[in-house]
């Protein structure tokens, strides 16, 4: 069975401060079945000493988040740390505040094609990972549909979460397919309303997203990593949040 889960360890941010509580963080993702995750979220720690206790685990990065500054001032750096840990998906969270406006999308696609073209020489690509305020309309179109039309392919994947695009009053199946042949990874978490009215990050299953309908969305699309994020677990052990959202998606035919 093809391994496509992963843990994006964003989740577990908290415990990734150090190398002696990677370790264990990494154990206790591997014990919960994950066979790969994505790094974020980690304090300044020595890449090897990160590979070896990837590797010790039985896990692969299969991508990482690294702030935009870090691909426009220390790529070099960017590249070796991704060879070291054997990833081939880079990927940003999110970006500064200013580029929020037709012309700082511009701007962004600037100063992107000279990055990703010495990514993709390396071999490695690079997505952006949406929230919601990238539905913000400019014109007849989002934020993000002027982001991916102007984008050159090559230079820019996409690494949409469905959450964050539920939330931004967009479908997260329609936004799946629409970016098809262009998406290696996928975050996923659910969204659940409580009896006031509030809106919670919830593990995958325990929500209110039609998972059927993404995931085929998904499967029909291309993507190759379904990263787990939970941003928030409102008091829960975030590794049982983890262990939930990865059981959840094993009923659900992955693993």
């Keep these: 069975m093809k391994h496509v889960i992963g843990a994006q360890l964003y989740t577990v941010r908290e415990f990734t ?34 590979a070896r206790l990837v ?30 840990w054997g990833c081939v998906h880079a990927a ?60 050159n392919p090559r230079h820019l994947k996409a690494e949409l979460d469905v959450y964050w695009v539920q939330v931004g009053g967009g479908d997260p199946a329609a936004w799946v397919r629409r970016c098809a042949g262009r998406q290696p990874l996928l975050h996923l978490k659910d969204i659940a309303v409580g009896p006031e009215r ?11 997203l039609n998972w059927p309908v993404i995931l085929q969305a998904a499967a029909e699309s291309g993507v190759q990593w379904y990263l787990v994020e939970q941003d928030n677990c409102y008091g829960r052990d975030p590794f049982e949040s983890l262990a939930i959202s990865y059981r959840n998606l094993n009923a659900m035919g992955l693993y």
């Design 17 to 50: 401060q150090t190398l002696p509580d990677i370790a264990a963080t990494l154990r206790k993702v591997a014990v919960i079945g994950y066979k790969a995750i994505q790094i974020s979220g980690f304090a300044p720690v020595d890449a090897g000493e990160v």
């Design 55 to 84: 590797k010790e685990n039985g896990l692969t990065v299969a991508a990482t988040h690294m702030p935009w500054g870090s691909f426009l001032t220390g790529l070099d750096g960017v590249i070796a740390t991704h060879k070291l």
């Design 92 to 151: 940003i969270g999110g970006l500064p505040s200013e580029y929020y406006s037709l012309d700082g999308l511009q701007r962004f696609l600037d100063e992107l094609a000279p990055v990703a073209e010495t990514l993709v020489k390396e071999g490695i690509d690079f997505s952006y990972h949406n929230h919601n305020h990238e539905f913000a309309r400019y014109g007849e179109k989002t934020w993000l549909a002027h982001l991916y039309e102007r984008a």
């Design 198 to 208: 509030e809106q919670r990050m919830a593990e995958i299953g325990e929500g209110n």
